[in-house]
């Protein structure tokens, strides 16, 4: 029975990592109405997926047994502190797979992954500094519509937005040929909600910590999520500053002139595909879409729950056996 549920949990991570994507689709709908708590919510999904796929191995140490490959007092200290560690007496499982192994490799993987995350982040902030370094010898500070704002000289009309720090809000001489004022107002306030939110800030850290594991669909679908769900946290900024009318109408101006992703590598664009269909054509939630939430939900509870329970006797039996270890 024991051996059965450790089963079932690792079998539940490794299901949702293939079978979440769906469910967040589900949910979608439901989620758009509170589109901050939804980001917040994703990102809180990638890492609690990570930690518990990480604590799978931990885990099943506790009854899987194998070959000793350390020195005897080495092992004999492992013994305890595994013993300490296990909320499971009595239970045996002997393999081949040293024990050692199953905590040790979540270790080495979980140290490469930061060195990844710590990699993608420099490369992202580099970026973003190039990409405003390269705007401020292109732009001039201008008041529009009672916000400062960087005008760009390109009669290609674009409207984005930048880090505070390397630049800020940008519209280009040709969006301000193409809108109207209440569109001019409506696309600064949207892009004005992501400096002001700091979105590019949520975007970091999320690009940040899936780096790693950006190949697991559950990720991936939560990473495209997490940018749709800003964009729509900006829309209702703008909503509510303008109106839908103007920003929906210059959306479909900006439409056929957004930009090719990457572009900037830190922009957040106002424009985009679908995006005035999801503006204005903003679906019911199903019934079926708040189930759908509650599950991710009850999921996210449940497995931050087990993880941290997992890793937390992990502390506890270290903090008990390590002084008895001093010796060694």
Not at 77 to 99: D, F, K, M, N, Y
Not at 249 to 276: F, I, M, Q, T
Request: a positive charge.
């Amino acid at each position: 029975m024991t051996f059965l549920l450790m089963f079932l949990i690792a079998a539940a991570v490794i299901a949702w990592s293939v079978l979440g994507p769906r469910a967040l689709r589900r949910a979608a709908p439901y989620l758009a109405r509170m589109p901050r708590a939804a980001t917040l919510g994703h990102l809180g999904l990638i890492a609690s997926w990570a930690a518990a796929a990480l604590a799978i191995g931990p885990m099943f140490a506790w009854i899987l047994t194998g070959p000793e490959v350390l020195s005897p007092d080495t092992t004999e200290v492992c013994q305890r502190c595994l013993a300490t560690a296990s909320p499971i007496a009595g239970v045996s499982i002997r393999t081949g797979l040293p024990t050692v192994a199953l905590l040790v490799a979540p270790v080495l993987v979980a140290a490469v992954g930061l060195g990844m995350s710590a990699v993608h982040a420099a490369r992202a902030w580099r970026r973003a500094r190039s990409d405003g370094s390269d705007l401020q010898t292109r732009t001039t500070w201008h008041r529009i519509a009672g916000r400062r704002v960087r005008v760009l000289e390109q009669d290609d009309p674009t409207v984005f937005a930048l880090p505070r720090a390397h630049g800020g809000v940008i519209i280009s001489e040709g969006a301000l040929r193409l809108l109207d004022d209440d569109e001019v107002r409506a696309v600064l306030a949207h892009e004005d909600a992501h400096v002001r939110q700091r979105h590019h800030l949520i975007m970091l850290v999320a690009t940040t910590i899936s780096a790693p594991v950006r190949w697991v669909p559950l990720v991936d679908s939560a990473m495209s999520a997490i940018r749709q769900y800003l964009e729509i946290a900006a829309d209702n900024a703008a909503r509510r500053a303008v109106s839908t009318t103007a920003l929906a109408s210059a959306l479909l101006k900006l439409e056929p002139h957004h930009p090719e992703v990457g572009a900037h590598h830190a922009a957040l664009h106002a424009g985009g595909p679908n995006r005035v269909q999801q503006l204005v054509a903003r679906p019911d939630a199903p019934r079926n879409g708040a189930v759908a939430a509650a599950g991710v939900v009850a999921y996210l509870l449940l497995s931050a729950t087990v993880t941290a329970a997992i890793y937390a006797s992990y502390l506890l039996a270290a903090n008990a056996c390590l002084p008895g270890a001093a010796g060694f």
